[in-house]
C-alpha cells in the first residue's frame, strides 16, 4: 500500500497559484494519483486524477514527474473560497483507499 | 437531487446506546463505504461493500455492524456507544473499487455523551 506525505498545512495569498507536493515513493506500476478537497462540515470532494505527465481540468492541475514517486497539486489564482484541505491518495486495482490527514490550505486576503 | 445522502446529520446519545446511521445514494454505483473522521481531522475507512457483499472491513470495534439491504443503500448500527465513537462518518460511494472517483454524503455528526 503506497503511503503518501504532504505539507501538513499552507497559507497563501487571494490570487496567488499554490502547489502542494505530495510524496509516494513506494507507488506501484498500476496506481493513479488523486486529490480530493475537503471544505469544513462537508464530505471530500474529487478534484483530478492522473497517472503520468499533466493533468489538466477547470480547478486544477496535477504534475507528474517520469518517476512518479511525487505530484505536485497545482490551484491557479486561489480565492478564499479554495481554503479547505487537500488529500492526496495514490489508488489502484481493489487496495482500500486511505486519505491520511491531507494538506490545510488557508487563503489570506 | 442528492447524490449521496445520510441521515440524520446530527446524534446526540448517552454512553451504551445503541444507534443507526442511514446512507442512500443514488448514482447507480456498486461500491459503497464507510469512513469516520474524528477530532484531529483524520479520514479513515471502516468498511466497503460491493454489491452487497462486504470487501473491506477494517480494524474497528464488531459494535460496528454494516448492513447493505441494497446496492442503493449501506446503514451503519453501532451498539453500546462509548465516548470514543463521537466523530463525523462519512458515506461514499463509487463505479468500483481502486481508482475510481468516490462520491461522498455530507457526514453525520455523532456525539456521544
Known amino acids: 500500500l503506497a503511503k503518501t506525505t504532504q505539507p501538513i498545512s499552507m497559507d497563501s495569498y487571494e490570487g496567488q497559484e499554490v502547489n502542494i507536493t505530495c510524496s509516494h515513493n513506494?507507488?506501484?506500476?498500476?496506481?493513479?494519483i488523486t486529490w480530493y478537497q475537503q471544505f469544513p462540515s462537508q464530505g471530500p470532494r474529487f478534484i483530478i486524477q492522473?497517472?503520468?505527465t499533466k493533468v489538466t481540468n477547470e480547478v486544477a492541475s496535477l504534475f507528474i514527474p517520469a518517476d512518479r514517486k511525487s505530484s505536485t497539486l497545482s490551484l491557479p489564482r486561489v480565492s478564499l473560497s479554495d481554503t479547505a484541505v487537500y488529500y492526496c491518495?495514490?489508488?489502484?486495482?481493489?487496495?482500500?483507499?486511505?486519505f491520511g490527514i491531507g494538506t490545510k490550505l488557508q487563503v489570506i486576503p | 437531487d442528492t447524490a449521496v445522502s445520510q441521515t440524520p446529520k446530527y446524534l446526540v446519545t448517552q454512553m451504551g446506546n445503541d444507534k443507526s446511521i442511514k446512507c442512500e445514494q443514488n448514482?447507480?454505483?456498486?461500491?459503497m463505504y464507510w469512513y469516520k473522521q474524528d477530532s484531529k481531522k483524520f479520514l479513515k475507512i471502516m468498511f466497503s461493500?460491493?454489491?452487497?457483499?462486504?470487501?473491506i472491513n477494517e480494524t474497528v470495534p464488531n459494535r460496528f455492524s454494516p448492513k447493505s439491504p441494497d446496492k442503493a443503500h449501506l446503514n451503519l448500527h453501532i451498539n453500546s456507544l462509548e465516548l470514543g465513537d463521537s466523530a463525523v462518518y462519512f458515506c461514499?460511494?463509487?463505479?468500483?473499487?481502486?481508482?475510481?472517483?468516490?462520491?461522498f454524503g455530507p457526514g453525520t455528526r455523532l456525539l456521544v455523551l
Open positions: 461514499a460511494s463509487s463505479h468500483a473499487q481502486g481508482q475510481e472517483t468516490q462520491y
Open positions: 513506494n507507488i506501484a506500476t498500476n496506481d493513479y
Open positions: 492522473g497517472y503520468k
Open positions: 491518495l495514490v489508488v489502484g486495482g481493489y487496495q482500500k483507499v486511505t
Open positions: 448514482l447507480g454505483h456498486d461500491t
Open positions: 461493500y460491493n454489491n452487497k457483499e462486504l470487501i
